[in-house]
């Protein structure tokens, strides 16, 4: 046999001895099978755990927590997650904890976040190439551009964007808080229209539910622009007691189908609160299976879109980057200052009573967006 070729099969060998279910990795994972039992097959659960298992070690002994956002699959959101939710809620655990590491489990503008508001802080992304469709659509010049071209108007910006972008504006909002953004921004610059970019969708859906007037971009979520009214009928017509919950960044005809629109906390809220019978989530795959995870009175339909970005994702490359310390995601101090101004003017609003909800009777008066 090639030399070459003995090493590598011993080092396979070794590798599965390494990655093997045994006892102390059962006994290690119980409290996470307990949880995820009813919704992974033993076979996936012996494969998964000891990756959980080591992954929850070196977090340790390296002091280091993961960032799990609810779009990560279930071995990961439950598994190996410390805080979980949407971007900027981990983002903000993040800088309370006293982690030293920070791992991302999400897309690279979430990890540019994390870092612009912990600078002191390692930020990993198991993977580089976890972009986003909606972050992609903007460039820090094109904001200056539509600056350019609407002088003295607040520029409001989606957390979905890249720290340049971010750093070009004047208040972030996310789809939990974009209402309240608009409008405090209005009153606070004495103006009746704003600059809400680069989701055109999140853009119209918050059109319709303030009277002040938006100048938005052509960017749009890969995932939820798929979506249509149409579906959204048909699923009615196949699953008539079912509630439907959508998420803003879908198109509006989608909104106007729905029983309800909200961010993902707002969609998780719904369901744990009001423990609808049937239930379907218009937005990426894995939340529904997440939430699946607690809301165990509820089914599930599933007709859902991937987030290709967010299945970039592994426990295998979350391994990897913590045992290598790879790959660190740096923002340039001068940006990430000014990024961090535009991020604290969001953080610094009074936190809405409940998750914001898209209200339907508003929803219904149509109103334009301006697009540029
Ligand atoms: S789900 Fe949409 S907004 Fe989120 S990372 Fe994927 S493409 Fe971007």
Redesign the pocket.
Known sequence: MHDGFAEVVSDRAHDAAAFAFTPEVEADTAAIWDKLKSKVTPLEWRLNAPLISKINRLKRQKNAVILA?N?MTPDIFHGVGDFVGDSLGLAREAARSDAKIIVQA??H??AETSKILCPDKTVLIPDLQ??????ASITAADVRLIKARHPGLPVITYV?TSAEVKAETDICCTSANAVQVVEQAAKAWGVSKVILIP?EFLARNVARQTDVGIISWKGR????ERFSGEDIRELRAAYPGAEILAHP?CPTDVIEASDFTGSTAAMTDYVMSRKPKQVVLI??CSMADNVAVDAVDTEFVRPCNL????KRITLQNIYDALLHDQFEVTVDPAISARARAAVQRMIDLPPPAIPARYDLVKARHHVDVELI
């Open positions: 956002h779009y999400g897309v503008f979430m976890a972009g986003c469709s909606l972050a979905n989701d979520c890969e995932v939820h960044e937005t990426e987030c290709p970005h967010m």
